[in-house]
C-alpha cells in the first residue's frame, strides 16, 4: 500500500490509461457523509483529476464558453492556482462539456486542452501556475464539440487530432511547445480516443484510435505509421485497451457499443487475425483489464466479463446487469472496479471471473467521469463537484 499511497494519475485512467491501482482500505460501500471533503468546481466538466504528488488539475467551463484549469491541494482540496481562457460558446453534444478533455502532468509541467469550432488550444503551466507556452493547432470541425485528452511521452506532448475534416496526430515538444512532428490522417467522424503506449519487440508505438484508421501503431520518434487495423464501422469514443498482448478497441453510435476488434501489434505492416465481437460492448466507456480478463462496462450498466485468451471473443465468462447509465470509465482499485454511474451513484464489483455486485454509493452529483487514484484517496468528479474519499488506513494527510 506505501507505493499506492504515493503514486501519481498523471492522465486519463492514470499511468498509460490502464486504470489500475494498488490502493488497499478502499470501502466497498460508503454514505456521503464519509467523504473527507466535497468542493463546489467552478463550472461545469466531464475531464478527470489528474494528480501529481500533492497537487491536483482538474477542468471546467462555464456557458459563456470560459474554460478553468484550476490546481488544488491534494489532501485537502483547497485552490492553490487557477487560470481562465475564453472561447466560442460553440455547440455541444448533450453529454459534452466545455472542459470534457482530461489534463496530462509529467512532473514539471501540466498540459490542457481546449476548443471550439475555430480552436484547438494546448496550453502548458508550471505546477505552480505560470503558463509556460500554448498553442493553437486550428479549427476543430465536429458533431458533437471537443474532448481530446493529450498524453506525454519521452519529452514530447501527443495530441491526437482526429475530426470531421483533415486530421493528424501531432507532437509537442514539452519545454516550447514547438511542432517535433505531425502525421496526418484519414479522416470521417471526430474521435474521441486517448492514445497509449505500447511496447512491441522491445520499441514504444504510440497507438492511436480512429473511425477512419481503426487501431494504428506510430513510431514516436517520428509519427510515421508502422501498421493499422484498418477502418472502424463506426464513432470511436472509448480508448484502446492493452489484454493478454493483444489491442482492443470498440466503436458504436446512438448510445451503444457495436464493433470490437482485437489485434496483436507489430514491428510492421503486418498484422495477424483479427478478432471480433457485436454484441454487449460500450460505446462511451472505456473496457478495463485485469490479467486475461476484459471487463466491458457498457452504457446501459451490463457488464461483461470475456476471457481475451480464448478464440471467440463473443462468449462471456459472465455477463451481469449492474444497473444504471454510464460515461465515464471504469477503474481497477485493489482488485475491484469503481464505475461512476450518470446518476451520480458509484458501482463497485469484483474484477474477476466470479461475478460479485457490492452495490452502489452516492456521488451527489451527476457524473460523465472517471474516477482519479493518488495519496491514498480516490477522487470522484462530478458535473460541478469534486469528491475525496480517503481509504482506510491511509498515512497521508494534510
Request: with cysteine; proline share 5%; net charge negative.
Amino acid at each position: 500500500a506505501s507505493s499506492a499511497l504515493a503514486e501519481n494519475w498523471p492522465r486519463f485512467r492514470g499511468e498509460n490509461g490502464v486504470g489500475h491501482s494498488d490502493l488497499q482500505g478502499v470501502p466497498t460501500n460508503w454514505t456521503k457523509d464519509d467523504y473527507e471533503w466535497v468542493l463546489e468546481l467552478p463550472g461545469k466538466g466531464h475531464s478527470c483529476p489528474v494528480v501529481w504528488g500533492k497537487q491536483l488539475f482538474v477542468t471546467c467551463g462555464k456557458e459563456d464558453g470560459t474554460r478553468t484549469t484550476l490546481c488544488l491541494d491534494a489532501i485537502t482540496g483547497k485552490t492553490i492556482w487557477q487560470d481562465s481562457i475564453q472561447l466560442e460558446a460553440s455547440h455541444l453534444h448533450k453529454k459534452n462539456s466545455y472542459a470534457s478533455g482530461t489534463p496530462c502532468v509529467d512532473g514539471e509541467r501540466v498540459y490542457v486542452t481546449f476548443g471550439d469550432d475555430q480552436h484547438y488550444t494546448i496550453l502548458a503551466y508550471s505546477l505552480s501556475g505560470e503558463r509556460l507556452w500554448s498553442k493553437d493547432l486550428g479549427a476543430f470541425t465536429s458533431q458533437h464539440g471537443f474532448g481530446i485528452s493529450p498524453i506525454v511521452h519521452n519529452g514530447k506532448v501527443i495530441l491526437p487530432d482526429d475530426q470531421m475534416g483533415p486530421s493528424k496526430v501531432e507532437a509537442l515538444d514539452v519545454k516550447t511547445g514547438n511542432s517535433v512532428w505531425s502525421h496526418e490522417r484519414k479522416f470521417r467522424r471526430t474521435s474521441y480516443a486517448t492514445p497509449l503506449i505500447a511496447q512491441v519487440d522491445g520499441k514504444d508505438q504510440i497507438v492511436c484510435l480512429s473511425g477512419a484508421v481503426g487501431l494504428a501503431g506510430l513510431d514516436p520518434e517520428t509519427g510515421n505509421e508502422i501498421w493499422s487495423s484498418g477502418e472502424m464501422p463506426m464513432r470511436t469514443v472509448g480508448s484502446p485497451v492493452m489484454v493478454a498482448g493483444k489491442l482492443v478497441a470498440t466503436c458504436g453510435s446512438g448510445g451503444r457499443g457495436k464493433y470490437l476488434v482485437a489485434v496483436e501489434p507489430a514491428a510492421t505492416s503486418e498484422l495477424g487475425e483479427h478478432q471480433e465481437r457485436t454484441q454487449n460492448l460500450p460505446y462511451v466507456p472505456t473496457p478495463i483489464a485485469n490479467g486475461n480478463y476484459l471487463y466491458l462496462w457498457c452504457d446501459d450498466g451490463i457488464v461483461c466479463c470475456v476471457d481475451m485468451t480464448q478464440p471467440d471473443l463473443t462468449k462471456n465468462v459472465w455477463r451481469e446487469r449492474v444497473g444504471g447509465n454510464y460515461s465515464g470509465s471504469p477503474v481497477l482499485i485493489n482488485g475491484k472496479i469503481y464505475c461512476i454511474s450518470e446518476e451520480g451513484e458509484i458501482a463497485v464489483i469484483d474484477a474477476s471471473p466470479t461475478f460479485k455486485d457490492y452495490g452502489k454509493s452516492p456521488l451527489g452529483d451527476q457524473s460523465y467521469a472517471t474516477p482519479a487514484v493518488a495519496n491514498g484517496r480516490v477522487y470522484f468528479r462530478g458535473f460541478n463537484t469534486l469528491a475525496c474519499l480517503k481509504a482506510h488506513g491511509s498515512a497521508l494527510s494534510e
